[in-house]
């Protein structure tokens, strides 16, 4: 990488040559971009909205590797292209089992139609004149943003324009001094490691919010399937405790959807054909012998990717990738497999543990070295495993914190149910009960 | 010639993408799209992976992480195909008027006593099949 | 056992990822190795790399990837050809066909092989009766072991013949 040079700051080396054809793939990326974005809009299916939503965080991520961002791309990729859709999917499932009008799902229940209208929870055309009719104070808004855009599109350095200070700072400082190859890592993890710190504890309030939002009345020991556990529990506790006729019948057709109840978990074994629901909290057998297999590939990448990603450094990217792989695990296994550590009482603690690390990590700079994120750990050289001193170590606290803080949230939004057991013993009858637990998510 | 060979694999992989995704536009219903989107990953993706190892050498960071990506995606392609067709066919739907054969249903309309004529299969209270055989 | 299995894998591709020959990264590499080994193993089963040492077992191995190599080839053009002519009448059908495969194992490696051969999908599988179901492009004539024949017979021989037969664990 051309960064040693501290005076004259190469213009990035792919404009010279192929100028043209790179424009073209730009602009091709942005109109991309742009209609992914129009038809998460306009698209009247929901799940076709998540997929395209999914497409939009995809390109955003080639956008990225075209502009020389390799380290955002990956971040982009397994947050924007996977994790932001699987929010969202678990989100319109949640609603449309638990928040759509009560009459209308009974309706779908009971014909079990077989491809379900998706379209019944959109609230009708949400074009720009309806925008502007309904909602004007959205409209400008909405333009007032695309002038910021606009504005700050105009602004970005390319081609013969001068670097702003901040990149020459960090180009002439990140292999002299952190001994870092990686000129974006060293913005992130060392000149501005304050800015990060800061982005970390708001997604750690992020977490917050969702844990708080989605917390059921009880303690639970799991995310998911806990009433089951719990129902027991109270029984033993209080064994004259008789729940209402509705209340039960609310929770077998709950526990019906979701395929759990009675019967064997293995879905190996159904005859073909047999249409769903099916009891099986698994996949079947070549799915999660794949998934194993896959699983210690990309964990093991995922760790690599911390260490060295981008010497130093993806800790944010690996965290991605690790609830990529605990998705992949509870998805192709089922909950149990990974209940051990995807609990609240585990994953919390680490992630609090986490976020302890990198502020002892940090406060530590303001005792030895008198500021605040200075680096006090010495400096290896380049290349290897511990140069950049402080970074990698900010890198791997990034880590724990970001993995667990979105296996909290994803799990956390997962495991939202309704309580069907009404808020008050005056008003009885379920179907009223509008105080439920919803899924939140932040984005 | 490394430079022909890499041209060549990227020509085939990028073609064969482009082909793929033709066939998920050309093919008549969910089950013929599948194969379409296992050739994407299987001809698509992997000589593009391969035009990397080539260019960059196998013993290098490119190429092992191109070689790892190639794994993942030759064992992922047919995984996400499995998982889709057998939600696909559980969830009832039928396969185009062109199919010619649905052993399965064959099946299940033959335990179920004749009950249900008619091509499609009906919604409502799923046949119960005790297929043992 | 399981966890060595599992670690040993997993710092055959910290080696392929990183290429780089330091003591530095061998230590890093088999402590991640281990932590993946312990976090994983749970899973289940898996044989290690080492399996792969013996001649035969190389050999068969090899003889499966070959075939699946040229078979996925040959049907990928196929699939190809079909697509840019639209007019060649696609006979696409469910088909149920008899497995040799028991184990878990076994079952995964079959269906994820004839599913790379594109002409064939993997749809379903019914352990109790050793059947798998696919979808194909080209449904084939005759009885189910016709059908087998054309769909996972050679698979399965190849892949029996290169587990032996003999490790029937997990």
């Known amino acids: 990488m051309p960064v040693t040079s501290p005076t004259a700051v190469p213009a990035p080396s792919r404009r010279h040559g192929a100028e043209p054809v790179f424009w073209a793939v730009d602009y091709l990326l942005l109109a991309l971009l742009l209609t992914a974005a129009f038809l998460v809009i306009r698209l009247r299916n929901l799940n076709a909205c998540v997929m395209a939503l999914s497409a939009l965080g995809l390109l955003l991520t080639v956008v990225f590797v075209v502009l020389g961002a390799p380290d955002v791309a990956h971040a982009e990729v397994v947050v924007g292209g996977v994790a932001l859709p699987t929010l969202f999917l678990i989100a319109i499932g949640k609603a449309r089992t638990e928040v759509a009008e009560p009459e209308q799902t009974n309706l779908e229940e009971t014909s079990q139609s077989p491809a379900r209208s998706s379209t019944s929870l959109r609230t009708g055309g949400t074009g720009a004149p309806d925008l502007l009719r309904h909602r004007p104070h959205a409209a400008v808004l909405s333009l007032l943003l695309l002038a910021a855009l606009v504005v700050a599109m105009l602004a970005i350095p390319r081609g013969a324009r001068p670097l702003p200070g901040m990149a020459r700072h960090a180009i002439q400082v990140a292999l002299p001094q952190w001994h870092l190859t990686e000129v974006v890592n060293e913005v992130v993890y060392g000149t501005r490691a304050f800015d990060t710190f800061g982005e970390t504890f708001l997604l750690l309030a992020a977490v917050l919010s969702v844990v708080v939002l989605t917390r059921p009345r009880e303690p639970r020991s799991g995310y998911v399937g806990e009433d089951v556990a719990g129902r027991q529990e109270q029984l033993e506790i209080d064994p004259h405790l008789r729940s209402g006729p509705d209340e039960r019948q609310a929770r077998e057709a709950e526990r019906e959807e979701e395929g759990l109840g009675r019967g064997p978990l293995t879905t190996d074994a159904q005859p073909f054909a047999k249409p769903f629901p099916e009891r099986g909290e698994e996949m079947t057998v070549v799915v999660r012998m794949g998934v194993r297999v896959v699983a210690v590939l990309l964990t093991t990448a995922g760790c690599f990717l911390v260490v060295q990603g981008y010497t130093p450094g993806g800790g944010f990217p690996a965290g991605a990738v690790l609830l990529g792989v605990v998705l992949l695990i509870y998805v192709a296994h089922g909950y149990h497999r990974v209940a051990a550590v995807v609990r609240p009482a585990v994953a919390e603690t680490i992630e609090l543990l986490g976020a302890l690390a990198i502020i002892v990590l940090q406060s530590l700079g303001l005792l030895l070295r008198g500021s605040f994120t200075a680096n006090w750990v010495p400096l290896a050289p380049a290349r290897t495993l511990r140069s950049g001193g402080i970074a990698q170590a900010f890198s791997l606290g990034e880590f724990v914190v970001v993995s667990s803080g979105l296996v909290i949230v994803v799990f956390a939004v997962l495991g939202a149910t309704r309580d069907w057991t009404s808020d008050d013993d005056s008003a009885d009858s379920a179907g009223q009960d509008r105080t439920a637990h919803e899924g939140g998510d932040e984005s | ?133 | 056992m399981r966890v060595v299995a599992v670690a040993t894998w997993c710092y055959l591709v910290w080696v392929a990822l990183s290429w780089t020959a330091t003591v530095e990264f061998a230590v890093a590499g088999l402590l991640v190795s281990l932590a993946v080994g312990l976090a994983l193993s749970p899973l289940g089963h898996l044989p290690g790399p080492w399996t792969l040492l013996r001649p035969r077992r190389a050999a068969a191995v090899l003889a499966l990837g070959t075939w699946v190599l040229v078979h996925s080839t040959a049907s990928s053009l196929r699939l190809a050809a079909r697509i840019w002519t639209p007019r060649r009448p696609l006979a696409s059908g469910m088909v149920i066909v008899p497995t040799r495969a028991r184990t878990d194992a076994e079952l995964a490696a079959v269906g994820i092989l004839t599913s790379l051969v594109v002409d064939s999908q993997l749809v379903d599988l019914a352990r109790a009766d050793d059947e798998l179901q696919f979808h194909v492009l080209q449904a084939p004539a005759g009885g189910a072991e016709d059908a087998r024949r054309a769909i996972n017979g050679p698979v399965e021989r190849l892949l029996l013949g290169a587990l032996g037969r003999r490790e029937e664990s997990t």
């Open chain 2, 1 to 133: 010639m490394r430079l022909v060979v890499v041209a060549a694999l990227l020509t085939i992989g990028v073609g064969f993408s482009l082909t793929a995704g033709l066939g998920l536009i050309r093919m008549p219903d969910v089950y013929t799209r599948v194969h379409s989107s296992t050739l994407a990953a299987v001809l698509g993706a992997v000589p593009v992976f391969l035009a990397l190892v080539v260019g960059k050498g196998p013993i290098s960071r490119y190429g092992g992480e191109s070689l790892l990506a190639c794994i993942l995606v030759l064992v992922f392609a047919p995984l996400s195909a499995h998982a889709l067709l057998r939600a696909t066919y559980r969830g009832r739907v039928p396969l185009w008027s062109g199919a010619k054969v649905d052993q399965p249903r064959d099946r299940l309309r033959g335990k179920d006593s004749g009950a249900d004529a008619g091509d499609e299969p009906d919604s409502g209270a799923g046949p119960e099949p005790q297929a043992r055989g």
